[in-house]
């Protein structure tokens, strides 16, 4: 496999004086093992290859992707960026580049890559907690090696790693789904998220709806995973906040005591590099501190906008490029129950395992609808008495962790699947005291 530290120190000699560069060049095996119909239908692998070159010269900067990483591939992305960056409109919001700075290295379990047998031996674990249920899903791993260089000096580079398993499991009328992510295949233990779907499915048999209304819930994680992540999002990015598109008042108490949010790529067992693709060193960054909102993720364009430094939060990839950079690296501070203490504690509500198809209305407020999916239960008396046909709901996410309204935190945090995509959150499961439905099947 071609080194990308290599890579990086070729196009950064190629360029020489003739513009400023920054480089970040990530290589890596990504296999995926995908079943439906409870059997095995694809097993692929691929190394992916990504070679980003911004280049700036006389106000004007230029931003080339590519995938070849042969030296004909190397020259013709130098002289392309070259020639695009003359044409380019001045960019009055450059920052310039960054510059040299001590980068830390994520910690890690090291392990040997999985291998294909590995991850379909995963999958029928999963299938076997369910043998009279139609299973689909797939299981996921990838090892990933980054290198970022710029024409200061500025260096870094390391390994990311992440193993995906997402499992369904169905019955003519249910379904429950289980999800894991985490930077080390050993972790994935496949028979417990078997043993939670089919628990999901053979409780979600022959759905009521009920009345829309305000009631109280316990999310899982999963769906505890999609409200962090909004209001990370439309929170604590630094273009909100320097749009004035964020509702963040910084020192003042906006959420529950019991919500304290942290943005740290350094955290053990992280997904991502202990630097951004600007070459700003992460740091731990706290968001909320035991409900009083802090400050926001910053790149060197949004912090040179409000007069503060990068604090490690660039764009990255698609949902970077769309909300314009922001947090990657979010954890809510776990609570000290049980899910199932949590439930108990219910005198009536209603659970909701996971969120589908969430959509922002209103940024200020972090206002989001969405649907329930694969495990929604009413709870009486401590526990659940009937599965729920799927619901709408409409609802203010800060709202939600307002102060008063978090009546508990689960001990257990985890990476949940929001729609952001895996990796994104690790967040407990909670108990708020109010939630909004806004539909049901009925309509």
């Given at each position: 496999m071609t080194d990308p530290t290599r890579v990086r120190d070729q196009l950064l000699e190629r360029i020489a004086d003739r513009a400023e560069a920054q480089v970040v060049v990530t290589i890596g095996p990504s296999e995926l093992t995908r079943f439906a119909n409870s059997f095995i239908h694809q097993n692929v692998g691929e190394v992916k290859s990504r070679v980003s070159l911004t280049v700036a010269s006389e106000g004007r900067t230029a931003e080339l992707v590519g995938s070849s990483t042969t030296d004909e591939g190397l020259a013709r992305l130098v002289e392309q960026s070259l020639d695009v960056v003359r044409i380019s409109p001045v960019d009055a919001d450059w920052p310039g580049l960054a510059p040299p700075a001590p980068c830390a290295t994520v910690p890690r379990t090291e392990e040997p890559s999985p291998t294909p047998q590995q991850r379909a031996d995963a999958v029928k674990t999963f299938l076997a907690a369910g043998p009279a249920l139609n299973g689909a899903g797939y299981c996921e791993t990838e090892t990933l090696a980054s290198a970022f260089g710029n024409s200061l000096g500025q260096s870094a580079d390391g390994v990311a790693t992440?193993?995906?398993?997402?499992?369904?499991?169905?019955?003519?009328?249910?379904?429950?789904?289980?999800?894991?992510?985490?930077?080390?295949?050993?972790s994935l233990d496949a028979a417990d998220l078997g043993r939670l779907a089919a628990e999901r499915a053979r409780l979600g048999v022959d759905p009521v709806t009920v009345d829309t209304g305000i009631y109280e819930v316990v999310l899982g994680h999963d769906a505890m995973a999609e409200v962090v992540m909004e209001v990370g999002i439309f929170g604590f990015g630094g273009p909100r906040v320097v749009d004035k598109e964020s509702f963040v008042q910084s020192g003042v108490q906006q959420f529950d005591p019991a919500i304290t949010l942290v943005d740290d790529a350094l955290a053990p067992g992280g997904l991502n590099y202990g630097f951004d693709v600007e070459g700003t060193p992460k740091e731990r960054l706290v968001l909320v501190d035991a409900g009083v909102s802090g400050g926001a993720?910053?790149?060197?364009?949004?912090?040179?906008?409000?007069?503060?430094?990068?604090?490690?939060?660039?764009?990255?990839?698609?949902?970077?490029?769309?909300?314009?950079?922001?947090?990657?690296?979010?954890?809510?501070?776990?609570?000290?129950?049980t899910v199932e203490e949590l439930i108990s504690e219910v005198e009536r509500g209603i659970y909701v395992a996971t969120f589908n198809y969430c959509r922002c209305l209103e940024p200020l407020t972090v206002e989001v609808t969405g649907l329930t999916r694969n495990g929604t239960f009413l709870i009486e008396n401590g526990e659940f008495v009937q599965a729920l046909t799927n619901m709408r709901f409409t609802q203010s996410f800060v709202e939600a962790l307002a102060p008063g309204n978090v009546l508990g935190l689960s001990n257990d945090p985890r990476f949940g699947n929001a729609d952001a995509g895996p990796g994104y959150v690790r967040a407990p499961a909670a108990r708020l005291a109010k939630f909004n439905f806004t539909g049901n099947a009925d309509g």
């Open positions: 992440r193993t995906v398993f997402d499992g369904i499991l169905r019955t003519d009328t249910s379904s429950g789904s289980a999800h894991h992510c985490s930077s080390n295949f050993g993720c910053h790149s060197r364009r949004t912090g040179r906008r409000m007069g503060q430094p990068s604090n490690g939060h660039a764009p990255v990839g698609e949902l970077g490029e769309w909300y314009g950079g922001g947090p990657m690296d979010l954890t809510l501070a776990p609570g000290n129950k």
